[in-house]
């Protein structure tokens, strides 16, 4: 079915970051040809066009949402505009009068505007190939799913039709994670064991819980202290305790405070769960203990702090002096050397930003998919924050010299020849 969609025999080229779309792509030719017919040559670059733009709209529908006029700007010299009104261009019309051209004023050579490119705006309106056009989806196929399964906002408002037509202003958001699972590598053939292995994993432990409906019994006040600390309390300490470190200390960095919000979050979306087992509350407390470490984490100092003793003395030497230098616990805080702190530095950050996580969709850590360079291109009317996998639909495209804002693979003549194929039936 891929490869029939994709048409590697006959092409077709689809709105689609695939290798084989890639391929056809590279190979493309001009319908045009002199043996054929004015009818058979609109009836091929209409064909050939209509593949790429909007395949997933209907032709009636397609009918009823093309325009004949075409949206376009003109440059215009603001010095002028901002001299005279336009008046003057009138003077002396029907009585013989012409204006002189100034010999001082030099004119520049523009380049043709390509109206033609612009035959299929309409369809860069519609919501799922405004999802395309901002790269967050890696097809209009799979943009057009994430609207469905209402995992996209308009304006702050769950949207599930796909031909929703934007409007200038019109803020349209879908959630980081599909984003990340459309524009990510997919996993190998080891990740996807390891997921399976994980997935079974969970599956069998939550069946070895049985569910039972909780029983109310009266606890004397004396038997407060032995009864087993409960995990949901436990996760509830611990968060409040990484709120009380974010609040508290001044001088922590950046990437610092984004760990422990990381934590923090991790910590409420594990309250959320129904059943919340010890081993999660264990992680999340040594994940608690190696932040709160790090914090302590210092390099190696020429000159030593405690009083100097034979044993203490050897030890800064050798952690000093020999470039095999080992890190060393003094007091509360681990001392390291400067370049082990660095390595372990990058390491975390690393780790933080992109962590290995097998219960993912994608392959971790995240990296782009492959043949994404070729399409990793964003419009002029669209503003788009991939950070928060936002975009704002700034304005309806339009045509300027030299420029069609309206990306297509195909050249003037053939959405000419498609625009003729559909004038004539308005």
């Given at each position: 079915m891929r490869h029939r969609f994709y048409g590697l025999k006959k092409i077709k080229v689809r709105q689609?970051?695939?290798?084989?779309?890639?391929?056809?792509?590279?190979?493309?030719?001009?319908?045009?040809s002199q043996q054929q017919t004015f009818f058979q040559?609109?009836?091929?670059?209409?064909?050939?066009?209509?593949?790429?733009?909007?395949?997933?709209?209907?032709?009636?529908?397609?009918?009823r949402m093309f325009r004949p006029t075409l949206?376009?700007?003109?440059?215009?010299?603001?010095?002028?505009?901002?001299?005279?009104?336009?008046?003057?261009?009138?003077?002396?019309?029907?009585?013989?009068?012409?204006?002189?051209?100034?010999?001082?004023r030099k004119l520049r050579g523009l380049a043709r505007t390509p109206y033609m490119n612009m035959v299929y705006a309409p369809t860069e309106r519609r919501l799922d190939t405004a999802i395309f056009r901002a790269l967050f989806a890696s097809s209009t196929r799979q943009a057009r799913q994430f609207v469905v399964h209402?995992?996209?906002?308009?304006?702050g408002k769950k949207m599930i039709y796909p031909g929703y037509q934007l409007n200038p202003g019109d803020m349209f958001q879908v959630e980081p994670e599909r984003v990340l699972f459309a524009t990510g590598a997919p996993?190998?053939?080891?990740?996807?064991r390891a997921g399976r292995k994980l997935r079974a994993l969970a599956k069998s432990s939550s069946a070895d819980i049985p569910e039972k409906e909780p029983e109310i019994q009266a606890v004397p006040e004396d038997a407060e202290e032995q009864v087993p600390q409960d995990p949901k309390?436990?996760?509830?300490?611990?968060?409040?305790?990484?709120?009380?470190?974010?609040?508290?200390?001044?001088?922590?960095s950046g990437k610092k405070k984004r760990a422990l919000r990381a934590f923090s979050k991790e910590v409420k979306r594990t309250l959320s769960r129904k059943t919340t087992d010890t081993?999660?509350?264990?992680?999340?407390?040594?994940?608690?203990?190696?932040?709160?470490?790090?914090?302590?984490?210092?390099e190696t100092s020429t000159k030593p702090t405690t009083p100097t003793t034979p044993t203490a003395t050897t030890a800064t030497t050798e952690t000093n002096g020999?470039?095999?230098?080992?890190?060393?616990?003094?007091?509360?805080?681990?001392?390291?050397?400067?370049?082990?702190?660095?390595?372990?530095?990058?390491?975390?950050?690393?780790?933080?930003?992109?962590?290995?996580?097998?219960?993912?969709?994608?392959?971790?850590?995240?990296?782009?998919?492959?043949?994404?360079?070729?399409?990793?291109?964003?419009p002029r009317y669209l503003e788009v924050h991939h950070k928060i996998c936002s975009a704002v639909y700034l304005r309806h495209p339009v045509a300027r010299p030299g420029l069609g804002e309206v990306p297509t693979p195909f050249p003037a003549e053939v959405n000419g020849l498609a625009f003729n194929w559909y004038l004539r039936r308005r």
């Open positions: 689609s970051w695939n290798k084989y779309n890639l391929y056809n792509l590279s190979r493309i030719k001009s319908p045009i040559q609109k009836w091929a670059a209409k064909s050939l066009s209509r593949g790429y733009h909007g395949e997933t709209i209907r032709e009636k529908h397609w009918q949206r376009s700007v003109v440059p215009m010299n603001h010095e002028y505009l901002a001299r005279t009104d336009g008046s003057e261009q009138a003077l002396g019309r029907g009585s013989g009068l012409e204006m002189r051209p100034d010999p001082d209402g995992y996209v906002k308009v304006n996993k190998d053939r080891n990740e996807r309390g436990v996760l509830t300490s611990l968060l409040t305790q990484a709120k009380s470190i974010l609040n508290t200390t001044d001088d922590l081993t999660i509350t264990d992680s999340l407390d040594a994940q608690l203990l190696e932040l709160t470490s790090r914090l302590n984490i210092s020999s470039p095999d230098a080992k890190p060393r616990i003094d007091g509360s805080t681990i001392v390291l050397p400067s370049d082990e702190r660095r390595m372990l530095r990058e390491a975390l950050a690393e780790a933080r930003e992109n962590p290995i996580d097998p219960s993912k969709a994608y392959a971790t850590p995240w990296r782009p998919r492959e043949y994404m360079s070729a399409f990793a291109f964003v």
